[in-house]
């Protein structure tokens, strides 16, 4: 087999390779799958060959076109995928960061006209052309901590027309960045200001309109919903997910943020992918969750961004067995982070979740959350080469030493993109 990308002479290879078919859980989440003095060939966008260095070497070829990377004896990773971002705004919300270090709640701001709504009646007034702009420099971000994978919601939009303008910049700049987007449709992350006391009509507004048209016009993979008091109920976010899934979108939701209120319970229900946020769940909701097989995506870039003080209990979920993936929650009001690095850090000393368990839970678990589990997450022959270079000796470096860009090379489908 002739390569068309050869990494060698790598100290500490983590493939994340697994018999395990699904994502990993309690201690499955500390196998890395390490390889010693390991060896990646690529053909093409796909992974051809991995193994020690001399044993790669013996099963393919190289020719004078072929690119050949000596890693000295760093570490390599699969490249992150970080499974919950609001990437597409029209503007950042500095203003509310101070705020909220002088003293205002995330809920203050909000009933006071900022927050979300701040987010909404700004996007409304860009075009497709501008939104694309704003963006891309922000996936240059996230390409640069070594991410390779995003999912991206709408939910700026709060319109029909900003709904569907928002995913349509979401389709086209998985054409003009080497980043995959996987889009969702969160058409219900708050009640816009025209339908404050109408929400009724609102979510008839998504459940008949907004959805049989992002589906009509392929425009979303999933559909979520904030499920949270004094934004979407219970009742409401079933309503919403079911329509949802009776089109043919997959569900999420963010779910139990700020308070518990059965929203786990509910994604375990509606038999969502992932519910997301978690941090005050309780132990019913991840008995419900497990059950229905909802992987938790834990994002503690929002509980640090809000000065918050209590995390996702992610010791009791992973111990109970229930599947655990890691994002940023990339947003401009509450998490405004593109480095999944950090959040493998937050995770460890906020969290207490190991090393190995934060790799798996960036990698090989959130490409599940976002059902790329056959395809990317892992460094394994047929899989797709995105892959990161770290410019460490140890995995355990990575969120050892925080606040720090250690990625040395980006390869996204098979190509060297940083």
């Not at 390599?76 to 609001?86: A, C, I, Q």
């Not at 009646?121 to 075009?127: A, D, G, S």
């Not at 097989?293 to 834990?298: N, T």
């Not at 480095?339 to 460890?348: E, R």
């Amino acid at each position: 087999m002739k390569a068309s990308l050869l990494i060698k002479n790598v100290r500490q290879l983590l493939t994340l390779s697994s018999n395990i078919k699904g994502p990993r859980i309690g201690k499955q989440m500390e196998d890395l799958g390490i390889i010693e003095n390991g060896a990646v060939a690529v053909k093409g966008e796909k992974i051809i060959a991995v193994g020690k260095t001399e044993e790669v070497l013996a099963k393919i070829k190289i020719d004078k076109n072929s690119k050949v990377i000596n890693a000295k004896g760093k570490v390599l990773s699969p490249g992150f995928v970080d499974p919950h971002t609001h990437p597409v705004f029209a503007r950042t919300r500095e203003e509310e960061f101070e705020l909220r270090i002088r003293g205002k709640s995330y809920k203050e701001i909000a009933q006071a006209g900022g927050g979300i709504k701040s987010s909404v009646r700004e996007l409304r007034k860009r075009t497709e052309e501008e939104l694309i702009e704003l963006t891309l420099p922000r996936l240059d971000n996230f390409l640069s901590y070594g991410t390779t994978t995003i999912e991206a919601k709408s939910g700026y939009g709060l319109s029909l027309e900003d709904e569907i303008k928002t995913l349509k910049v979401i389709k086209r700049l998985n054409k003009l960045h080497p980043i995959d987007l996987i889009p969702t449709f969160l058409g219900a992350h708050e009640v816009p200001d025209e339908y404050r006391d109408k929400k009724y009509k609102y979510i008839d507004l998504i459940v008949n309109k907004m959805i049989p048209e992002v589906v009509r016009r392929k425009l979303a993979v999933f559909c979520d919903v904030f499920c949270e008091e004094g934004v979407f109920d219970l009742k409401e976010s079933e309503k919403i997910l079911k329509a949802a899934k009776k089109f043919g979108l997959k569900p999420r939701i963010h779910a139990e943020q700020l308070s518990s209120f059965g929203g786990a319970e509910l994604a375990g229900k509606v038999k969502a992918i992932s519910a997301d946020h978690l941090e005050q769940v309780s132990d019913r909701g991840i008995e419900a969750m497990k059950k229905s097989k909802v992987i938790a995506i834990l994002l503690p870039g929002a509980t640090f961004g809000l000065g918050l003080k209590k995390y996702a209990p992610a010791r009791k979920m992973i111990e109970s067995g229930l599947p655990l993936a890691l994002a940023t929650d990339f947003n401009p009001g509450s998490s405004m982070t593109e480095s999944m690095p950090m959040i493998l850090s937050l995770a460890c000393v906020m969290m207490r979740m190991t090393p190995a368990e934060a790799i798996c839970a960036s990698t090989i678990n959130s490409a599940y959350a976002v059902d790329r589990g056959k395809d990317s997450g892992s460094l394994e022959v047929g899989k797709k080469a995105d892959i990161i270079l770290w410019d460490v000796r140890n995995y355990k470096e990575i969120p050892y030493h925080y606040g720090m860009n250690l990625v040395c090379k980006v390869i996204k489908d098979g190509k060297v993109v940083r």
